[in-house]
């Protein structure tokens, strides 16, 4: 396979990335963002692209792909809906819209969050945000668009968020992480088990296109 991959710079992203570039029949993962991931790697490529709202530019270099794992994201706090839905709707969009042009056979798959609001209607801004954005995905005709929604995900292998706050949290969580994993066994994902998942999804496909925490972790254990 070859695979696209958006975010890698983030935890979630690291974490795909490690998992791509271990999998076996990963040809080649090719990274896009504004900044190099810092792993260098025989299978990857890295695609500095400044401006994540327009392809045209480089969209020799994004064809002939069969997954797309859309990693990219903000935390919504302290952002007004205006500004949280251009990090959010606007950015996955204009990537997937230039995406389903060049590789209409792709298997699109987004890092959505748990609590997800698909009616757009419900009280919480990053919620109707997202859910705008897993609506309008599914609309656009690629082969097939499976939407990842993780609740808390344990960074492993080193990996570190880039947000100081989630950075805190993850250090005083870390003594916890073996009692809620032995008491939430189908709820506590890990950037490994993430990682796998995606890379599962984008082989076999998925039962449904939403995929909750206790689905992410069944089909991590698939081989």
């Known amino acids: 396979m070859n695979i696209l991959l958006f975010g890698a710079t983030g ?5 795909v990335l490690r998992e791509c570039v271990l999998a076996k029949d990963v040809e080649m993962v090719q990274t896009v963002g504004r ?8 299978k990857l490529r890295e695609l500095m692209h400044r401006d994540l709202l327009e392809y045209d530019s480089v969209a020799a270099r994004l064809e002939n792909f069969d997954a797309c794992f859309f990693c990219l994201g903000v935390s919504s706090s302290g952002l007004k809906e205006e500004d949280y839905s ?17 590789n209409p056979r792709m298997t699109f798959i987004y890092v959505s969050g748990a609590g997800t609001d698909s009616t ?16 309008a995905l599914r609309r656009l005709p690629f082969k097939a668009v499976y939407l990842f929604r993780p ?15 989630y950075r805190l949290l993850y250090a005083l969580a870390w003594p916890l992480f073996p009692l809620l994993r032995a008491l939430f066994p189908r709820h506590i994902l890990s ?6 998942a995606m890379l599962n999804v ?7 296109a939403v995929l909750e925490a206790p689905d992410i972790v069944r089909l991590s254990q698939q081989t």
């Open 11 to 15: 935890m979630v992203g690291q974490g």
């Open 35 to 42: 900044t190099p991931t810092g792993h260098p790697h025989p």
């Open 86 to 102: 251009r990090f959010t709707y606007d950015l996955t969009l204009a990537a997937a819209q230039a995406l389903v042009r060049l």
């Open 120 to 135: 757009e209607k419900g009280r919480v801004m990053w919620a109707r945000v997202k859910g705008r954005t897993e609506n």
């Open 151 to 165: 609740g808390f995900i344990q960074p492993l292998h080193g990996i570190r968020s880039k947000t100081a706050s």
């Open 191 to 196: 950037t490994e088990s993430l990682g796998r």
């Open 202 to 208: 984008a082989r076999r496909g998925a039962p449904q």
